[in-house]
């Protein structure tokens, strides 16, 4: 992370007082667990913020989800049973029924940026998605 981190501008990034050596495994651990806390109403804030310094069309969005098949055991069902991804057998749309998956849910607007998602169960239907008021 740190060698990484060297090679990036960091001054005009984040300021003179980051140095590369600050990016390191711990502090990227940090970093994904708040992101693993906070993330979804992150994304929802820094959406809003760009709207309100970039306008978009507002009368066109789409939203759609993606499914991902997972190889492994899940360690959260034993070590974090609060996992907020619910790995479930399901309907696969990558035709791998004998592998687990999760989904996730994005919105985006006419110029394909994102401006909400979400994380979603593994056997979760696009129009069930949808019908929960995701969809705007």
């Not at 600050?22 to 502090?27: E, S, V």
């Not at 998956?101 to 979400?118: H, I, P, S, W, Y």
Request: aromatic share 6%.
């Amino acid at each position: 992370m740190e060698t990484w981190a060297g090679s990036l501008p960091l001054p005009l990034l984040w300021g003179e007082t980051i140095q590369a050596s600050q990016f390191n495994d711990d502090a990227l651990g940090r970093v994904l667990e708040d992101l693993a806390d906070h993330g979804s109403s992150l994304l929802v804030t820094v959406g809003s913020r760009m709207l309100a310094v970039h306008p978009t069309r507002s009368d066109w969005f789409h939203s759609d989800t993606t499914a991902y098949s997972l190889m492994g055991d899940d360690p959260s069902a034993t070590t974090r049973p609060t996992a907020p991804l619910e790995l479930t057998w399901g309907h696969s749309k990558d035709h791998r029924p004998d592998l687990k998956q999760m989904m996730a849910g994005g919105t985006m607007d006419a110029e394909g940026c994102l401006l909400a998602d979400t994380m979603l169960a593994g056997n979760t239907a696009d129009q069930t998605w949808k019908a929960d008021g995701v969809d705007p």
